[in-house]
């Protein structure tokens, strides 16, 4: 199993531009979560999808929009990519919603120029 | 507000010297509460998780955490510590309250560990 998988890896982006990250996973999870990280800041939750054809507001929505695909992939985007988007994204499924444990995908590391 | 905080950011340590990293919280009714490691350049994994009953929980690799819910917090602590320990920890908590799902990491703790 591989587990949570992101694509891509790595990112630059000029102000303005959108793009979509890509998360999936090969847990038979329900639930799905994106976060960001900043220093200082700890992981902060964007969107998060409870179950298929669900999904939420996390923390620290503005400025980005989900789609959950499938149960399997749950895809996060930039409309117009601004300088304070500027992070290190990670998606996380968990078995079922609120109470269990989360497993992350290795990360995407986004500049915005 | 709802909150939880890591009081210690950066922790140097010698190896086999013993570790306590502090984590309160502040939510109110049930709780389920984690402890994640993220290694250098890898992503975040868990290293043990609180539900319900023994309130001295044990992880992987020799880490322990105390629930003690009189005062919000959830330790996590190691007798011995090894050069491999270096990663930030990060403490969650999960609650639902007022209806509303949350899911709150704390905003780390990094560890270096001196050979």
């Known amino acids: 199993n591989a587990g949570v998988t992101q694509t891509p890896k790595f990112q630059v982006l000029k102000t303005g531009q959108s793009m979509t990250l890509q998360c999936a996973q090969d847990m038979n999870h329900n639930s799905m979560y994106w976060y960001r990280q900043d220093p200082g800041m700890g992981l902060r939750l964007i969107y998060y999808?409870?179950?298929?054809?669900?999904?939420d507001k996390g923390e620290v929505p503005n400025g980005y929009n989900v789609s959950r695909l499938n149960k399997r992939e749950f895809s996060l985007r930039l409309e117009s990519a601004a300088p304070s988007q500027t992070s290190v994204y990670f998606c996380a499924s968990s078995a079922d919603f609120s109470s269990y444990e989360q497993y992350f995908g290795p990360g995407t590391r986004l500049t915005v120029t | 507000a709802q909150s939880v905080s890591q009081h210690n950011h950066h922790v140097i340590l010698s190896e086999a010297a013993s570790l306590e990293l502090g984590c309160n919280y502040s939510?109110?009714?049930?709780?389920?509460l984690f402890w994640y490691v993220q290694y250098p350049g890898q992503h975040l994994q868990l290293l043990l998780k609180y539900f319900s009953g023994d309130p001295l929980v044990k992880g992987i690799k020799g880490f322990e955490a105390e629930f003690i819910k009189s005062k919000f917090s959830f330790n996590l602590r190691k007798p011995s510590v090894q050069w491999s320990d270096t990663a930030e920890y990060f403490c969650?908590?999960?609650?639902?309250?007022?209806?509303?799902?949350?899911?709150?990491f704390g905003t780390g703790t990094r560890l270096k560990v001196l050979a």
């Open positions: 969650a908590v999960s609650a639902t309250t007022s209806g509303t799902y949350k899911y709150i």
């Open positions: 939510y109110g009714g049930t709780v389920n």
């Open positions: 999808s409870a179950s298929e054809g669900t999904t």
